[in-house]
C-alpha cells in the first residue's frame, strides 16, 4: 500500500500563487507515476498535471503555462506550483499514484485526502 499526503492548499485572491505537497510512504517502489487531480463538487474530476514512469511532466491546457510539477525523489515528495491562480481553479486537489504496470492517464492507483484551493476574485 501507499498513503499520499497533500498539503499547502489555502486561500488566495485571483493572481495569487500556492505549492502544494504531496509525501509518498508505504510501498513507494510499487509505484511509478504520480500526478494530481481536482474536483469541484458536481463536477469530474480532471488530471491537471503528471509524471509519466518516464518522469515527463505532463499538464492539462488550461494550466500548463501557469502549474510547474517538480520532485524531490529523496523526500519522496511531489510539488505543484501554481501560479496566477484564478477563480476557475478553485477545487478539492488531489494527490494521485500509479502502481508499475498501470496506466497514468487511466483510473488512479492512490489517491490522498485532498487540500481545497479556493481562489477570490
Known amino acids: 500500500q501507499v498513503q499520499l499526503a497533500e498539503s499547502g492548499g489555502g486561500s488566495v485572491q485571483a493572481g495569487g500563487s500556492l505549492r502544494l505537497e504531496c509525501v509518498a510512504s508505504?510501498?513507494?517502489?510499487?509505484?511509478?507515476?504520480m500526478g494530481w487531480y481536482r474536483q469541484v463538487p458536481g463536477e469530474q474530476r480532471e488530471l491537471i498535471a503528471a509524471?509519466?514512469?518516464?518522469?515527463?511532466?505532463n499538464y492539462l491546457d488550461s494550466v500548463k503555462e501557469r502549474f510547474t510539477l517538480s520532485r524531490d525523489t529523496a523526500k519522496n515528495t511531489m510539488y505543484l506550483q501554481m501560479n496566477n491562480l484564478q477563480p476557475d481553479d478553485t477545487a478539492v486537489y488531489y494527490c494521485?499514484?500509479?502502481?508499475?504496470?498501470?496506466?497514468?492517464?487511466?483510473?488512479?492507483?492512490?489517491r490522498g485526502q485532498g487540500t481545497q484551493v479556493t481562489v477570490s476574485s
Open positions: 494521485a499514484a500509479w502502481r508499475i504496470g498501470s496506466s497514468w492517464r487511466g483510473e488512479y492507483d492512490y
Open positions: 508505504g510501498s513507494i517502489e510499487s509505484i511509478n507515476a
Open positions: 509524471f509519466s514512469p518516464a518522469g515527463i511532466a
